[in-house]
């Protein structure tokens, strides 16, 4: 059974085309929420950490937010250079996080 | 700060074969992973280590060993090598914080 679900797995948007990206999960005792962004032939690199519900993170064109069953990842106004693969993974419990399998997002100019 | 380093970068092996993958991180961080990355799937846990000389399984351990003799190193080592080990292979590390830092990968293919 996942625990961790991504949507949409691929998304195209035009330069300037706002949108987000959903990340939903099933474990009980959430811990912690992980956005990170992994370029092609790449390591992921960390984009933001959220803990509880309603807790929101911004950085740049990125704002995430976590409600208790899903956190979203909204794009405003997207450049192509926000083309990558974005991907979550919870903290449930002890020492280990569990990965989705991302959404690719293309942004044409 | 290299931050996490991993060799080599892409390897092709023969089925039956062995191989060791490095990894290496310079930011003291006690908590170190090994995960492998398949297409269209989530990155699944091999092995983690909490601190030099402790080890534990993952979610996908079967195939493989690490062993952590110091904070820095924590390599994977693959045995009679199959091919559903081609994959890509991703170190990471971690401090208190749960901010996991990944190295470059290594790009894995077994024929």
């Known amino acids: 059974e996942d625990q961790v679900t991504q949507s949409p797995e691929a998304l195209r948007l035009q330069e300037g085309e706002s949108s987000s990206l959903n990340c939903s999960y099933t474990?009980?005792?959430?811990?912690?929420l992980f956005w990170y962004r992994q370029d092609p032939g790449k390591g992921p690199e960390f984009l933001f950490t959220l803990y509880s519900a309603g807790e929101e993170k911004e950085k740049e064109r990125l704002k995430a937010t976590l409600t208790k069953k899903e956190s979203f990842l909204h794009i405003t106004a997207p450049k192509p250079e926000d083309s990558t693969t974005y991907l979550c993974a919870v903290w449930e419990y002890g020492n280990k996080l569990v990965f989705g399998a991302g959404t690719i997002l293309r942004v044409k100019s | 700060n290299a931050g996490v380093t991993q060799t080599p970068k892409f390897r092709i092996l023969k089925i039956g074969q062995s191989m060791t993958l490095q990894c290496a991180q310079d930011?003291?961080?006690?908590?170190m992973y090994w995960y492998r990355q398949d297409p269209g799937m989530g990155l699944k846990l091999i092995y983690y280590?909490?601190?030099?000389?402790?080890?534990d399984k993952g979610e996908v351990p079967n195939g493989y060993n690490v062993s952590r003799s110091t904070t820095e190193d924590f390599p994977l080592r693959l045995e009679l090598a199959a091919p559903s080990q081609t994959s890509v292979y991703f170190c990471?590390?971690?401090?208190?914080?749960?901010?996991?830092?990944f190295g470059p990968g290594t790009r894995l293919t077994v024929t």
């Open positions: 930011m003291n961080h006690n908590y």
């Open positions: 990471a590390s971690r401090e208190d914080t749960y901010e996991q830092y």
């Open positions: 280590s909490v601190g030099a000389g402790i080890t």
């Open positions: 474990v009980s005792g959430l811990r912690g």
